[in-house]
């Protein structure tokens, strides 16, 4: 198949005059289609549900943006039926095929663009640079895919003994139970449902309940397509009602998950044990939470990095699981950079992100307002608040101002916990050994920082930071598809390493096949 090399998607330029243009024509034109209801999608055929999922806009909770389909597990045990059903065929389907899909999708992404960035506005209280960044890394995920199941679809190289031949290659799986979070409810979402579609298998989709409009654009972008029917089965529903249910099922062959650690673990764990019928250990991709720290060294540019930091710590809020939630500073240092960092996060722009210009929105959701308010009474006890205000009303949005407790123990649980929310501790160390250590001194290992001009430091890092994706002299988010693979260890996941050169294979089975002459 003759294709371009891969590249990422570019960035919009919101300098540019049509660019701003476009994008506040496709917010009014969702604003007009917002309170729709999208039904379950199973085998190609619209499924209603007697309950519902009501979606909401973070910055106006009153604001109803769409509904979806609410499925039990008698959809659940639908969507599995149909999944493996249709698995045969699918399977069979050359993997080119499979490949031209997953390119046809990110060609129809790229034309809606605004459209999906206008949903995540609206659903995902994102700024438009931020929802920019995650429609981009979604098509990125479909082109990237679509050139590795090319570049696997043979299998790879292995050796061979005189007289023989041995093959090494890949086959499609079975039914994948793809679940998602809804901090990146385009991006995650198409990455782990088309790798493991190109991979040939056929997948139950669950979306976030918080953002399952955007799960039904994405359903609707691989249907529009051509993706056969039955080979992506959309299934929103609650976690709580029918996780365990597509998890523990028979028929399912492996999980593709994304969210939070508690989650993770219980998939695990539940995953692990054989059920009636059941003829395989299922796999188990769970990629969860972080508490990642950038260090800040006495030889640092120290401008630079507190520019990275207030970009790492506040994007989307600090929704991200790569956000930086600790600061690590070298003492002889620590005000100066400390000042830095108040003094730019004092002067973000928060807002209703409708508006071009807003860098923070709000929280997703009224659950999460209350979990991050939580952790700031917490860090009146455990730090100095420097920066940041009580939260107000949520009734009038999930808006949480910029924080940052300076001062913080290490051992401290707003140092210690995974917040998901806009607020920085900020710890004070004796010495680069001391800042690793400290860095070093928490379960979760997903992204990781280090500001410094010391070669030694850095060689340092490079073997014992104690994270998936640590990044030096630079923001540690953001991480771009086929450049960054992206996952982390510890409580973090399983090191799947999203739009990486290992990922695909985890979705398929290898097998070798040995003749001999
Ligand atoms: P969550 O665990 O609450 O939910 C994630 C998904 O799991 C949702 O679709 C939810 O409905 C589903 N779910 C809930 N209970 C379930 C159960 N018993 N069985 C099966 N599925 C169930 O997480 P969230 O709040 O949506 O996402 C935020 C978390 O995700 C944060 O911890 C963040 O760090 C993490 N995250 C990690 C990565 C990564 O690549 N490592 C990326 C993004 C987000």
């Known amino acids: ?116 960035l206008a949903w995540e506005v609206h659903e995902g209280g994102k700024p438009w640079a931020e929802a920019d960044a995650q429609v981009a890394e979604a098509i990125d995920f479909l082109e990237y895919y679509a050139r590795e ?18 093959r090494y290659f890949y ?51 691989f249907e529009e397509a051509g993706l056969p029917e039955g080979v992506l089965n959309f299934c929103p529903g609650f976690g709580g009602e029918i996780g365990d249910y597509l998890v523990q099922d028979a028929r399912t062959r492996f999980v593709s998950f994304t969210g939070s650690v508690a989650t993770g673990l219980r998939i695990n764990e539940l995953a692990a044990k054989q059920i009636e019928n059941q003829r395989w250990v299922k796999r188990v991709i769970v990629e969860t939470g972080g508490k990642d720290a950038m260090i800040i060294d006495d030889s640092a540019d120290l401008d630079a990095a507190a520019a990275d930091i207030v970009k790492s710590a506040y994007g989307y809020s600090g929704q991200k699981c790569s956000a930086a939630s600790r600061a690590i500073l070298h003492r002889d240092v620590y005000d100066e950079v ?22 923070m929105g709000p929280v997703i959701s009224e659950q999460q307002f209350e979990k991050v308010s939580d952790y700031i009474e917490t860090g009146k006890d455990e730090g100095e608040r420097v920066l940041g205000e009580d939260p107000g009303d949520p009734e ?20 210690q916990e995974e917040i998901f929310g806009p607020v920085l501790s900020v710890i004070p160390a004796r010495d680069f050994d001391e800042a690793l250590r400290i860095a070093n001194d928490n379960p979760y290992g997903l992204t990781g920082g280090v500001y ?59 097998r070798t096949v040995v003749e001999r002459f």
């Open 1 to 116: 198949m003759g294709l371009l090399p891969y590249k990422n998607e570019p960035y919009l330029d919101w300098s540019d005059e049509s660019n701003q243009k476009a994008m506040r024509a496709a917010l009014e034109e969702v604003q007009g289609s917002l309170g729709r209801s999208y039904p379950l999608i199973i085998g190609g055929k619209r499924v209603e549900t007697d309950g519902e999922i009501v979606s909401v806009n973070p910055s106006n909770p009153s604001q109803v943006v769409g509904r979806t389909g609410r499925a039990t597990e008698r959809e659940a045990d639908m969507a599995l039926e149909t999944s493996t059903k249709t698995f045969d065929s699918w399977s069979k389907t050359e993997p080119e095929a499979r490949a031209r899909i997953l390119l046809r999708a990110a060609a129809i992404m790229r034309r809606r663009k605004f459209e999906m």
């Open 171 to 221: 086959q499609p799986m079975g039914v994948g139970v793809v679940i998602a979070p809804w901090n990146f409810p385009t991006a995650i979402l198409t990455g782990m449902s088309s790798a493991a579609i190109v991979a040939g298998n056929t997948i139950v989709m669950k979306p976030s309940e918080f953002t399952s409009i955007i799960g039904a654009k994405v359903a609707e972008i």
């Open 452 to 510: 410094s001009k010391n070669r030694y430091h850095l060689e340092r890092a490079r073997q014992e930071f104690k994270a998936g994706n640590v990044y030096f002299n630079r923001s540690i988010t953001g991480a771009l598809v086929g450049v960054q693979p992206f996952g982390g260890f510890g409580l973090s996941g399983t090191d799947s390493k999203a739009g990486g050169p290992d990922y695909l294979p985890l979705h398929m089975l290898a």
């Open 338 to 359: 400390l000042d830095k960092v108040v003094e730019k996060a004092r002067v973000l722009k928060v807002g209703v992100p409708e508006s071009a210009g807003i860098e």
């Open 149 to 166: 199941m090319l570049r696997l679809k043979d299998g790879v190289d292995i050796y061979s003994i005189p007289g023989e031949e041995s």
């Open 396 to 415: 009038n949005g999930y808006f949480v101002s910029p924080t940052i407790y300076g001062g913080v123990d290490p051992k401290a649980r707003i140092a």
